[in-house]
């Protein structure tokens, strides 16, 4: 038995993939705890890591799914999907994927939109003082990027409502959407925007690579940029290219 | 006196305390250990924090996500990240763990075990080699709490760690209640063990609570240091003399006062 072969399998008979070759291992000597128990040791330990990583992403979908229904989606989640990054923090992100479509789901995308947003690499915000000096004919033809730590949303439901309720410890209750999101991180803190929904079609527009001209397709649009452009600088919607 | 590498008495930095760092900076505690793996791709607003408290405390980084055992290609990516903080910090030194934590790919996120053998020292000697010349300064590896032991080793653990000492000049990090627990489930002499480590490779002790599950020893951190490991300190002490000492408490997270009590109790030694 090689090195590798020998690391498979603790690996294996750790993560619950398959039985271990028991000769592998030292009996215990002169002590009770036998060869199965010591294995299970360490897999339990690997399922509750794994369990405890995705539960604490997601406190608002588990108190509204209950606990015994978001628990089975967890174990489900678990047990599907094995860890392929040294980084604990990003392995509950797929967790939506798990969830049927409805408010849970949005609910889901919501949280786990959070915590990719926290964890994702950092960009310099455009501010208003990189503006000075730029026409508003160059400016209209300017590329506008979302910044590197920002994911725009679009719910059905209104799962942002419910997660304001949920921290503030009031009774949640998931409303009728639809609701449009940016979820940005400025200033070292992840951020939850209420758009409105042209501006939600706007930022859309930009982060498809339009430029200003393009995105601001309709009079109404026009007509509120200059509110909705101080809002975008002031809280750090755009990437400083 | 203490030696230049001696950092003194230091405390693992969590979240809960982060308040109190920043505002009160504690003069109990001579120096601060951070988890590597949780700020490597943290943003900008987390290396500002370590940059401040830089200016008060020497900062070791101590991670978990290296896997120096598996067959895997070491993580480029990860590698220099962590030069990249250990830079910017001048940390004092890099530690993990002398394990695997996943193959093939895939990751358990936990310490596991590897066989000690002839093959397993050829195989982490060129890889600790490339993580050391990566990180331009030494590498310090952890004994972790085992479970099991693989069959076959042909050195027992301290000595697996010696040899790697001696051909790669790795430093260290004696954990005293890792070497109780693991005494304690496999049947070990701790005493031995200690004997075993070479004085001149140990960079640090660890301190650290565990749970009694009756048949075994679990590694939790999450309680005061346990009578028999605070003995097993004083033997460490009296062989290979005294080092930086930290006081690892990862889960069930006291109030400071507590974590301060348990820094007085290493002093008092
Ligand atoms: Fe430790």
Redesign the pocket.
């Known amino acids: 038995m090689n090195y590798r072969r020998q690391l498979e399998q603790l690996y294996e008979a750790v993560t619950g993939r398959a039985a271990a070759d028991m000769h592998l291992f030292k009996a215990a000597r002169g002590n009770v705890l036998t060869l199965p128990r010591r294995l299970n040791i360490y897999a339990d330990g690997y399922g509750e890591r794994l369990r405890a990583a995705v539960a604490a992403d997601y406190p608002a979908l588990a108190a509204f799914m209950g606990a015994g229904a978001f628990n089975a989606v967890v174990d489900v989640y678990v047990a599907a999907t094995p860890s392929r990054h040294w980084d604990l923090n990003l392995y509950p992100i797929g967790l939506p994927d798990l969830v049927s479509p409805g408010p849970a789901k949005d609910l889901a995308t919501l949280e786990a939109a959070i915590v990719a947003v926290f964890w994702a690499a950092d960009s310099a915000p455009l501010t208003p003082t990189d503006l000075t000096g730029i026409d508003e004919a160059a400016f209209a033809q300017m590329p506008l990027d979302l910044r590197t730590a920002s994911r725009l949303l679009r719910f059905e439901a209104a799962p942002n409502a419910y997660l304001t309720a949920h921290r503030s410890g009031a009774a949640a209750m998931m409303g009728v959407g639809p609701e449009h999101l940016l979820i940005v991180r400025h200033d070292h803190e992840v951020h939850r925007h209420a758009l409105e929904p042209l501006e939600y079609d706007v930022l859309t527009r930009l982060s498809q690579g339009q430029n200003l001209t393009e995105a601001i397709a309709t009079e109404a649009a026009a007509e509120h940029l200059p509110h909705w452009l101080g809002r975008w600088l002031t809280d750090g919607f755009f990437n400083q290219s | 006196m203490m030696s230049s590498s001696h950092l003194g008495y230091g405390l693992g930095l969590r979240r809960p305390h982060y308040g109190h760092f920043l505002n009160e900076r504690p003069r109990s505690v001579d120096w601060l250990e951070i988890i590597s793996d949780n700020y490597i791709r943290a943003h900008a607003g987390y290396h500002d924090m370590l940059c401040d408290l830089r200016t008060d405390y020497p900062i070791v980084m101590h991670g978990v996500g290296l896997s120096i055992g598996t067959t895997d290609a070491l993580d480029g990516d990860y590698l220099s990240a962590l030069k990249g903080l250990a830079d910017k910090l001048e940390a004092a030194w890099v530690s993990d763990h002398l394990c695997f934590t996943g193959i093939n790919g895939q990751n358990s996120h936990d310490l596991l075990p590897i066989p000690y053998t002839e093959e397993a020292l050829k195989h982490l000697i060129p890889r600790i080699h490339q993580v050391q010349a990566v990180l331009g300064r030494e590498l310090v590896l952890?004994n972790a709490s085992t479970y099991v032991e693989f069959d076959g080793a042909s050195l027992s653990e301290a000595e697996f760690f010696a040899e790697l000492h001696a051909r790669t000049g790795c430093g260290i990090?004696l954990?005293i209640?890792?070497v109780h627990v693991s005494s304690f489930n496999h049947g070990w002499d701790a005493r031995a063990y200690i004997d075993a480590v070479p004085s001149a490779a140990i960079k640090q002790y660890?301190l650290?609570g565990h749970t009694d599950h009756g048949d075994y020893l679990f590694d939790t951190?999450n309680a005061p240091v346990a009578d028999p490991v605070w003995a097993l300190y004083d033997y460490a002490r009296s062989v290979h003399g005294d080092r930086a000492t930290l006081i690892?408490w990862d889960a069930d997270i006291p109030a400071f006062e507590v974590l301060e009590a348990e820094l007085d109790k290493v002093r008092a030694r």
């Open positions: 952890e990090l954990d209640n890792n660890h650290a951190h690892e």
